[in-house]
């Protein structure tokens, strides 16, 4: 079946603009995480979710990040007033069940270059 | 606060030679840990899970041990090819968000011919 799908996979974006990225999870899956990677380092957990409620957000560096997942399918990273720093590689993964015991499955990753 | 370490930093070696690949964690009470392989430009393909119980797994050519009271895991590589030059990251589930990845900065693994 279909994996973890993320788009735009690249995204070119001046400073103090809003960005949008989208994760589609494997169909069925219950949770779903977002994670940020800069160049040579491994992914930092952002936020995930149980469903559509968001369970966790200790991640997220500051509010001008937020993530929704309404109905509990397809979720949002949105970044406010981009800034360079914000640059990174913004991966989603998602897992069959709500529990600590599963395999977390990942998309290609969107690519965010702030200018 | 977890922290993952991952030795070494970059691996180069020749190919057919069976390696070993690292990973030490800080707090023991995790519920997984997880081998990672990333190729440049694509997701991460996850390569082994071992759940907290468990000391090892095996996939093909790849091995995964765990030794959770002393924060340690190996990745073992048998019969190394140029196919498996990748960077392989660690990472473990545990704390509060009994979900959520902790991971290492990973390991640069070059099989050359």
């Known amino acids: 079946g279909a994996g973890v799908s993320q788009s735009p996979r690249y995204k070119v974006t001046k400073r103090g603009q809003d960005v949008a990225l989208r994760c589609d999870p494997i169909s069925g899956h219950v949770s779903l995480y977002w994670y940020r990677q800069a160049l040579g380092q491994g992914p930092e957990f952002l936020t995930y979710f149980n469903y559509e409620a968001q369970q966790d957000k200790s991640g997220l560096p500051n509010d001008r990040f937020s993530a929704e997942r309404p109905e509990g399918s397809i979720s949002t990273l949105t970044i406010q007033r981009t800034e360079q720093r914000d640059s990174a590689m913004y991966r989603c993964?998602?897992?069959?069940?709500?529990?600590?015991?599963?395999?977390?499955?990942f998309g290609p990753g969107t690519r965010l270059t702030v200018l | 606060k977890q922290e993952v370490t991952q030795i070494p930093a970059a691996l180069s070696v020749p190919e057919g030679e069976n390696l070993v690949l690292n990973c030490s964690f800080t707090d023991s009470a995790i519920y997984n840990l997880q081998w990672f392989r990333q190729d440049p430009g694509k997701g991460l393909t996850s390569l082994l899970l071992?759940?907290?119980?468990?000391r090892e797994q095996t996939s093909g050519r790849l091995n995964a041990s765990l030794d959770k009271s002393s924060g340690r895991s190996t990745l073992y590589i048998a019969a190394s090819q140029p196919g498996d030059s990748a960077t392989y990251l660690c990472?473990?589930?545990?704390?509060?968000?009994?979900?959520?990845?902790?991971f290492g900065q990973g390991t640069i693994l070059t099989v050359h011919p």
């Open positions: 071992i759940q907290s119980s468990q």
């Open positions: 990472a473990v589930a545990g704390g509060t968000s009994y979900g959520k990845l902790t």
């Open positions: 993964a998602s897992t069959p069940w709500a529990s600590g015991g599963n395999e977390q499955f």
